[in-house]
């Protein structure tokens, strides 16, 4: 270890609390310290290259150290960093909020609330669907409905929307009402009394990220649409890890031809460079605000619609709506697809492989398909021997995710999913046949 590396880790292990880690784990270990980027590839202090098989937490499209992003960061620096949006606008913010809702019909989408990260377009989009109603004489609809196994980030609100028990049940009396249900069948089933206390329901089109990846039956945001315009009640669709062209289309629900009332965006909004969301929604829904003082929307950040950020995602949709891009991203999913089903038949403890677009979860299970008796523990010991092999990623319980930047090439993923093997191979397989 060089002397830069280890000052950079004492420094962490004294100052720093990382989400979502086990603290007393990381210090115990050799964490990796990341210093480059280039394309699909990372570098980390000691000069090891790495796949990177998560797209750093799901936000990286274009790669890294892009050239065309670079060079929007850049210009855009020349200019200002950041201004104010609490009562300013800036040129960058018009023109991204003009580009994001030209990406649906005319007069459906018409506004964009911009903030932070994924956490806090949900956060927007609940907060908007409760006072929404308060405006429009509809009080008692307070509620919301989420799907079992959801998740929709940490802040408060979000984090009432939460599904996975693990992360959210210790705060659950803290946040909004919220009842989880398996399926729009269980929706159907809904009393008038509950329906009507209802604001909306939120859903992550086509996949759920946290909960292994797990793939909606074809058509059900469809009919997810269609009750809510039966029953009154507004739809929220998260697509803070399914848009920008994940599932190979601009954005899941355009599969379907769903348009929801909120539209929430953050991750790849910026190409993985920069932190910023936005919640879209409709004409009808921002006429409620208007009218005086008391029918504001009090919500907002200091680096609200900041104009690197946004600059940056301008460039970033410029490379994502060029000729071709998006028919790539489907032609490399389906290469995918054939490299993980060799995967499967390779490897007897890869019980199942979800995949929707360049998003995939490799199931890890014992030989009969039953569960490992200590959960988590395959996945994460997996993802750790992958880095031996120059693959990052990260597992959620005994699922490893892969989710490639968009722009990696077919022979890229075909690397990525050759040391996914190699990893498995070297503990799943090793650890069942030692009788662990």
Request: charged share 25%; with cysteine; glycine share 12%.
């Amino acid at each position: 270890m060089n002397e830069k590396t280890r000052l950079w880790l004492e420094a962490d292990r004294a100052h720093c609390w990382h989400p979502f880690t086990d603290q007393g784990a990381w210090g115990a270990g050799e964490p990796l310290v990341l210093v480059k980027g280039e394309g699909v590839w990372l570098e980390d202090s000691e000069g090891r290259r790495y796949l990177d098989g998560n797209s750093s937490i799901w936000t990286n499209i274009h790669g890294h150290n892009h050239p065309v992003l670079n060079a929007a960061v850049e210009a855009q620096l020349g200019e200002v960093a950041h201004t104010s949006f609490l009562g300013y606008a800036n040129p960058r913010a018009s023109e991204l909020a003009e580009r994001l809702v030209g990406q649906f019909p005319e007069g459906s989408l018409e506004r964009v609330f911009f903030s932070d990260d994924g956490s806090t377009a949900v956060e927007v989009a609940v907060k908007m669907a409760i006072q929404y109603r308060q405006q429009t004489g509809e009080e008692e609809r307070t509620g919301f409905l989420a799907f079992a196994d959801g998740y929709h980030g940490d802040t408060m609100g979000a984090a009432s929307l939460g599904g996975v028990k693990r992360f959210f049940d210790r705060f659950r009396q803290f946040g909004f009402p919220v009842r989880h249900v398996e399926s729009v069948e269980v929706l159907r089933s809904l009393s008038e009394e509950e329906i009507a206390k209802t604001a909306a329901v939120v859903i992550e089109p086509l996949v759920q990220g946290v909960n292994e990846m797990r793939v909606w039956p074809e058509g059900m945001l469809r009919e997810l649409r269609d009750w809510c315009d039966t029953v009154g009640v507004q739809l929220i669709c998260d697509e803070v890890m399914t848009g920008f062209g994940r599932t190979g289309t601009m954005f899941a629900c355009q599969q379907e031809e769903v348009v929801p009332d909120y539209l929430c965006l953050a991750k790849g909004l910026t190409g993985g460079y920069l932190p910023l969301a936005a919640t879209l929604t409709t004409g009808k829904i921002y006429e409620a605000f208007l009218g005086g003082p008391e029918k504001v929307f009090h919500y907002g950040h200091s680096y609200t619609a900041n104009q690197l950020g946004a600059a940056v995602a301008l460039a970033s949709l410029d490379l994502l709506e060029a000729e071709g891009f998006l028919e790539g991203v489907r032609e490399r999913a389906g290469e995918m697809a054939g490299l993980l089903r060799e995967l499967k038949g390779a490897c007897p403890n890869v019980h199942e492989v979800r995949q929707r677009g360049l998003i995939a979860g490799v199931d890890l299970r014992e030989e009969d398909g039953s569960y490992f008796a200590e959960r988590g523990k395959a996945g994460a010991e997996v993802c750790a021997k992958a880095r031996e092999f120059g693959l990052l990623t990260r597992p959620i319980q005994d699922t490893v995710v892969l989710m490639p930047p968009l722009v990696a090439t077919g022979e890229e993923i075909g690397e990525m999913v050759e040391r996914l093997e190699r990893a498995i191979s070297g503990t799943v397989e090793r650890a069942a046949a030692q009788g662990r």
